[in-house]
């Protein structure tokens, strides 16, 4: 005898779907189930090589990026350093006019001026 049994493939699908939902399911008779294990792992095992990769490719551009930043870093720090200068000087010549200085006034600044240049050059 012999009997043939015919199973509608979206039947069989079916299944399969409801089984894997039972055994992902909150329910506590499933937690602990092979089945829970072996994707655990595979999961994993997917994750850790992916962090790895990820490692590795931020590894080799670390010194690029670290020079980037603090390219960045001390240009940021320039300007700003450049705009409180700008700011103070502003201050300090609010009003001056060198079209308005005597002739002494003039004497001394071009003194004055002549002396940081000499100071500069003896440093150098």
């Given at each position: ?12 699908a ?49 010194p ?61």
């Open positions: 005898m012999k009997i043939t049994v015919e199973i509608a493939e979206e039947r069989v079916a299944l399969v779907k409801e089984r894997i939902a039972e055994l992902f399911s909150s329910d506590s008779r499933y937690r602990e189930t092979g089945v829970r294990n072996l994707v655990r792992g595979i999961v994993d095992d997917a994750a850790v090589s992916a962090v790895r990769t990820a490692r590795d490719a931020v590894t080799a551009e670390l690029a990026m670290a020079n980037e930043a603090v390219r960045h870093a001390l240009q940021n720090e320039i300007e700003l350093a450049a705009k409180r200068g700008f700011g103070a000087l502003r201050k300090l010549y609010a009003g001056f006019d060198p079209n308005k200085l005597t002739t002494d006034q003039r004497a001394w600044l071009e003194k004055q001026i002549a002396n940081a240049g000499k100071e500069t050059q003896e440093k150098k």
